[in-house]
């Protein structure tokens, strides 16, 4: 793959965290009854920093857990031969509570319809909403997120890789082409 453009650096990510983290509260009215849930695998250091930045701004403890949401993927037999099984660890009762999944990237919708799928096994929550640090088009399902940091519709033939300091030492976005 040969690398297209950086379209987020460190500090335009941690802006856009810290914006969707308010756009949390205010569409929730605050945080009562919200916990966050990362999906694996980005998703989940970017949970715990959303929660962190939402614990900061209302000073009060958000609930976060994780979620493998591998063997619940229509797309399975496409995207692994041998699929890693990650830890799902949800240290709470989700039965009427808000849920907040939040995930790095959002494309055809398979790995959000999957999550919603893995967190029915685990109650009914009182609703369900999707953040995404970017969205880059290309829905094959009918899905769209609560709270986007930033559109970049590009093609198929595109990849948008998200770095994190807690994966990869950095903090960055870019495109790579195929």
Not at 70 to 91: E, F, G, M, N, W
Request: contains cysteine.
């Amino acid at each position: 793959m040969k690398l297209k453009s950086k379209i987020l650096d460190e500090k335009e990510m941690t802006r856009i965290l810290k914006r969707m983290a308010n756009e949390v509260i205010e569409k929730n009215k605050g945080c009562k009854n919200l916990y966050v849930i990362g999906i694996h695998t980005r998703g989940v250091p970017l949970a715990k920093r959303i929660a962190q930045y939402i614990e900061k701004f209302e000073d009060t403890k958000i609930p976060v857990g994780s979620l493998d949401v591998t063997l619940y993927r229509d797309d399975l037999a496409y995207i692994a031969h041998q699929p890693v099984i990650k830890d799902s660890i949800l240290p709470f009762d989700i039965e009427g509570k808000h849920i907040l999944f939040v995930d790095d990237v959002l494309s055809t919708g398979r790995t959000a319809r999957a999550a919603m799928n893995a967190i029915l096994d685990y109650g009914r929550p009182a609703s369900i909403q999707l953040l995404v640090v970017i969205d880059r088009g290309n829905r094959e399902l009918p899905i769209q997120p609560d709270f986007v940091g930033k559109k970049v519709p590009i093609s198929k033939e595109e990849v948008i890789k998200l770095f994190l300091k807690e994966m990869d030492d950095k903090d960055e976005v870019v495109i790579f082409e195929k």
